[in-house]
């Protein structure tokens, strides 16, 4: 069976998508950390940046362009938004999908935690 965030691309499972291109799909997080928390994956299957390779370069560039569009199109693009990505379990990565969270809404702090 393919992972959760597959299946939510391939509309196997709903999700309350706000951003969609030929590579990329935004769509809201389930347990918001921020008032503004929504979820950035690549279209096809890559666990984590850590197995991303060259090949992979260009939908790794379309996630940051989508992640700055998603904050244009939310209204935090000029008051500010974190952009994360969690690699494995150490890292916090619990869906093992590669995925970018655009956090805003609320000022951040660094550390962060």
Known sequence: ??????????????????????????????????PVHILLIPKVHIESVAHAGPEHAAVLGQLLLAGAAVARQVGVADSGYRLVTNIGEDG????????????????MRWPPG
Request: glycine letters at 6%.
């Open 92 to 107: 916090g990565q619990s869906v093992f999908h590669l995925h970018v969270h655009v956090l805003a809404g609320r000022p």
């Open 1 to 34: 069976m393919s992972c959760i965030f597959c299946r939510i691309v391939a509309g196997e499972i709903p999700a309350r998508r706000v951003y969609e291109d030929d590579d990329v799909l935004a769509f809201a997080d389930l347990h918001p950390q921020a």
